[in-house]
């Protein structure tokens, strides 16, 4: 098994993993949703809420808020000492406390104050609700870790995908340098200079043939590598993409390795 | 309503991108573009922001006037 990372910037990591099957591939991907923890609002306490916004709608757009997790300092409240009452070891408390007084006011995720300097939104712009001068609202939020098993808002993951990597390869011998495929190609796959027909960024195929289609002496053939592919990750911002992809890797391992012992036993 | 959190199809975050996107194109830029540099690639989070309608100025208008009713019967 490799794996070459091909394209990793803030919140997004492209990765080639070859040596590998579909089945592998598939349970990574599953994996890094609904396995991997994140942390989430999950509770919501309103003592005060004069807006617009019913209080089930308000705790429900907390709740969808991506929180920054502190993996390490965060027990699941299934295996917390406290058996899921809630302590400082598996809860997190956020309050907002927000009152327009002159004019009309935009309450931001980045209101939220935290009990823990860790557990912050991962992005302080996303609007809640606009209030009305005189409108206050009073939250008191407790957020927990999850996993995406319970509730997508526990996902650290937005999309995670992954497809075949693409083979395009070109019969010059009967190629008659139309320039069909050039046009067709939503990717812009094929680049035609002079006389030569060439590939480009190949990763980016989508393998939708339509280049095979239109081309009239069939000179283009696309296959795909069965045992490599190429996963697109993009996270939410609780975890780093990185961290995510290994954290998935160790429950994987640890899921495997039950199921063989298991296995074993019978 | 307000802008929704996250999308409905794959649950990016779009909802702290809104303002920006709002900004840019009241300016008289391409909602094509704007999305693009936004990072949302994707046409279920294009949709979230091309399709959104902000209502919640006109329910204010109503609520505004309750809260001062209630203020001055206080």
């Keep these: 098994m490799e794996v070459t990372i091909i394209y990793m910037k803030d919140d997004v990591c492209h990765f080639l993993i070859e040596g590998v099957d ?29 807006s617009v916004m019913y209080d089930e709608m308000l705790a429900h757009r907390l709740g969808l808020i991506p929180l920054v997790t502190p993996l390490e300092d965060y027990n699941h409240p299934d295996e917390c000492d406290c058996e ?37 939104p991962a992005s302080d712009k996303i609007p809640l609700v606009k209030l009305a001068p005189g409108q206050r609202i009073i939250i008191e939020a407790y957020a927990r870790l999850g996993t995406g098993r319970e509730n997508a808002k526990f996902q650290p993951v937005s999309t995670v995908a992954y497809k075949y990597v693409p083979v395009v390869s070109i019969d010059t011998k009967a190629c008659d340098r139309c320039g069909v495929c050039v046009e067709i190609c939503p990717k812009k796959i094929f680049r035609l200079e002079g006389d030569v027909l060439s590939t480009q960024n190949t990763l980016e195929c989508s393998l939708c043939e ?57 | 309503m307000i802008i929704p959190v996250r999308c409905f199809t ?65």
Excluded: W
């Design chain 1, 210 to 266: 339509l280049c095979v289609k239109e081309c009239e002496p069939n000179a283009i053939t696309i296959d795909s590598k069965p045992d490599s592919f190429l996963f697109k990750v993009e996270s939410t911002g609780a975890l780093e993409p990185t961290v995510i992809i290994e954290k998935a890797l160790d429950i994987l391992k640890e899921r495997i390795r039950i199921a063989l012992d298991f296995a074993n036993l019978l």
């Design chain 1, 84 to 120: 899921g009452k809630g302590c400082s070891l598996c809860q997190c408390t956020l309050t907002l406390e927000v009152e327009a007084e002159g004019e009309e006011k935009l309450v931001y995720s980045g209101d939220l104050m935290s009990q823990d300097p860790k557990v912050v």
């Design chain 1, 22 to 50: 579909v089945a592998f591939a598939n349970a990574l991907r599953r994996t890094m949703l609904t396995r991997v923890p994140s942390m989430a609002i999950d509770e919501v306490l309103i003592l005060e809420n004069t």
């Design chain 2, 10 to 74: 794959c649950g990016k975050v779009v909802a702290d991108k809104y303002e920006e996107f709002r900004r840019q194109v009241r300016q008289g830029a391409d909602p094509a573009e704007v999305l693009d540099n936004l990072g949302l690639h994707r046409y279920c989070c294009r949709r979230m922001l091309l399709a959104h309608i902000d209502i919640i100025d006109s329910f204010m208008a109503f609520a505004t006037i309750g809260a001062e009713e209630a203020k001055q019967s206080e």
